[in-house]
């Protein structure tokens, strides 16, 4: 593979058609494998249903941070149960036209359109964020959506991943183009989305892209105030009430017994510092520190990982350093699901992409095994996972996203 790699272009032209024949046919085959699981009944929206439930309670003037709200849209719907809405009222804004329709033809709808956006993600993809070597980075994003289990489990539960994916992959070509109030704009709107891109505006402060930062947050603050005049100030006040409950050591409906914070399939850091280090229901630790300490150890592994990217952005201020935040995005909140991969997917493009990646043994093998952690089908609550070193593999998509991060942040020299 390598080999081929590096051939020149009058020694190789065979393969960009050979590339291109092979991501048109994995096209096909997720179409088709997209379609049977449909018509299987696979597709279960676990995770649309909040969304359209939230967004409907909203367009209806009632309140979707109110549990009993929710659980009365789900009885209607004959659902066993539902997720909170932890959410921005924004993002019922977003998500209204979906809520106009009936659950199903919804659901569909939602499929099919995160269907085509992850196609035109992979296919678009990677000449919007400058990869040097496209066709390898799309044959990478092509085999993700065709055998990745993150994806398949986005597309099953119906979750919010394509979008943002979308949207970091939109921002990235703003900030190579240097179109100030676009960055600003798809920022702000993915705040809007999934409240954890308000990071990317934070970023944009020690990579000194000030025209960027004061558009995003104009952006994000026209957003905000049409939100609250749409919906008021009290579900606003509730959102906020709610989005608390997601700290380190903490889960959102802990009072109706919820524990998201220590989920099995939730993969990051602070979910690992309290499988490892405190009691718990899930795992046997190696030690039990207490929640504190595990706290203090996430706070610190956070500091780390933005002491770590600051220094480059400062300096640097490129195309990766701002991939790398991308990554900083996932890896500093208390949750980070499994399904959250799909988010990585223009990071792992990008590796593909690099002339680097394919001109050093070391390098094309670790872009393999990262693509592969990311894919692997996993059962990441398996009793094998619940002790010892098994601990880690629980958290195994968490390794390739510190990797990408990694790269991005200290091994590319193509966009410094």
Not at 176 to 191: N, V
Not at 350 to 360: A, C, E, M
């Amino acid at each position: 593979m390598m080999h081929l790699m590096d051939r020149t272009p009058r020694h190789c032209a065979l393969y960009p058609n050979l590339l291109r024949g092979l991501v048109a046919l994995l096209v096909f085959v997720s179409f088709a494998e997209m379609l049977a699981l449909q018509q299987a009944g696979a597709i279960h929206s676990n995770d649309f249903k909040h969304l359209w439930a939230g967004a409907w309670l909203l367009a209806h003037g009632r309140n979707p941070y109110d549990p009993a709200m929710l659980f009365t849209v789900a009885a209607s719907q004959g659902w066993q149960g539902i997720n909170p809405f932890v959410y921005l009222p924004a993002t019922g804004l977003f998500l209204e036209p979906f809520a106009a329709l009936p659950f199903e033809a919804a659901r569909d709808a939602w499929l099919w359109l995160n269907w085509a956006l992850a196609w035109a993600v992979v296919l678009a993809g990677p000449a919007l964020i400058g990869a040097r070597r496209p066709w390898p980075a799309r044959l990478a994003g092509a085999c993700f959506l065709v055998g990745a289990m993150p994806f398949m489990r986005q597309m099953s539960a119906g979750q919010m991943n394509v979008v943002t994916a979308a949207l970091i992959v939109g921002a990235i070509w703003a900030f190579r183009q240097r179109r100030e109030w676009l960055l600003g704009l798809l920022l702000a709107i993915g705040f809007g989305w999934k409240i954890a891109p308000a990071f990317l505006i934070a970023a944009l402060v020690p990579m000194r892209r000030w025209r960027a930062l004061a558009w995003g947050i104009g952006f994000s603050a026209a957003l905000m105030l049409a939100s609250v005049a749409l919906y008021g100030v009290a579900v606003h006040r509730d959102a906020l009430a709610m989005i608390s409950q997601m700290g380190y050591g903490k889960s959102t409906w802990a009072e109706l017994g919820s524990r998201f914070h220590l989920d099995p399939f939730n993969q990051a850091p602070g979910a690992l510092m309290l499988h490892l280090f405190t009691q718990n229901p899930v795992t046997a630790p190696w030690i039990d520190l207490g929640a504190r300490t595990a706290n203090a150890l996430t706070i610190g592994i956070s500091i780390v990982l933005l002491a770590a990217w600051i220094g480059p952005a400062w300096r640097k201020r490129s195309e990766a350093a701002f991939l790398a935040a991308t990554l900083l995005m996932l890896l500093i909140p208390s949750l980070m699901w499994d399904h959250y991969a799909v988010q990585a997917l223009p990071a792992l493009m990008w590796i593909f992409g690099l002339k680097d990646t394919w001109s050093r043994k070391v390098r094309a093998i670790a872009a393999l095994v990262i693509f592969g952690l990311l894919a692997i089908p996993w059962n990441h609550q398996s009793e094998s996972f619940r002790s010892g070193a098994g601990i880690l593999l629980m958290s195994l998509r968490l390794w390739p996203i510190l990797g990408l991060f990694a790269w991005a942040t200290f091994c590319s020299k193509e966009y410094q």
